[in-house]
T-cell receptor
């Protein structure tokens, strides 16, 4: 079974500063994918960044980067230069690998509510 | 980019009636679609996996007779909440994926269901 844990129910950050949202995971699959999604109050799920379990380099997408530490089973999201529009709920999610029992399914963490202060 | 359209965005219905929610992939063929349920300030819980042309696979604890899923084509999956009750009030959101495993799941904008 897969499990995703986000231990920060809420985080606050000053505008223009960087913030790290924590995510740890547990899986018996050798191959898996890790995702971060942003959910504003409107409810839509916005894909931010993806990291494959065999990717050697940390993924980056603009102001988003994923600090992937496989041995620690962590996949923290780093948002640089925070903007007011970054205020939202953030979900870490895992997708099981091909051939694994969880293939294709996305398992979500509890989420972290990020508030950016001006 | 890939677009998933979900309709309606919100619906209010009376207890005992049925509600149908549609999920469409607009610019790609979605072999698999997923239906999630989300309560306020909580995580998304997978309800079922919908594969085109076959029966849906339901997660443990989800009543398949209450939440009917049909995936009749590669671009459309529907979720019907039958005999809705106030406890079914929730945010329902679908997602769709390509065949490529590494592609991210693309989500619809969700449907907020209120049963009175």
């Amino acid at each position: 079974a897969q499990k995703i844990t986000q231990t920060q129910p809420g985080m606050f950050v000053q505008e223009k500063e960087a913030v790290t949202l924590d995510c740890t995971y547990d899986t018996s699959d050798q191959s898996y994918g890790l995702f971060w999604y942003k959910q504003p109050s409107s409810g839509e799920m916005i894909f931010l960044i993806y990291q494959g379990s065999y990717d050697e380099q940390n993924a980056t997408e603009g102001r988003y980067s994923l600090n992937f530490q496989k041995a620690r089973k962590s996949a923290n999201l780093v948002i640089s230069a925070s903007q007011l529009g970054d205020s939202a709920m953030y979900f870490c999610a895992m997708r099981g690998g091909a051939g694994g029992t969880s293939y294709g399914k996305l398992t979500f963490g509890q989420g972290t509510i990020l508030t950016v202060h001006p | 980019g890939a677009v998933v359209s979900q309709h309606p965005s919100w619906v209010i219905c009376k207890s005992g009636t049925s509600v149908k929610i549609e999920c469409r992939s607009l610019d790609f063929q979605a072999t698999t679609m997923f239906w999630y349920r989300q309560f306020p300030k909580q995580s998304l819980m997978l309800m079922a996996t919908s594969n085109e042309g076959s029966k849906a696979t339901y997660e443990q604890g989800v009543e398949k007779d209450k939440f009917l899923i049909n995936h009749a084509s590669l671009t459309l999956s529907t979720l019907t909440v039958t005999s809705a009750h106030p406890e079914d009030s929730s945010f329902y959101i679908c997602s769709a994926t390509y065949r490529n495993y590494n592609s991210p799941l693309h989500f619809g904008n969700g449907t907020r269901l209120t049963v009175t």
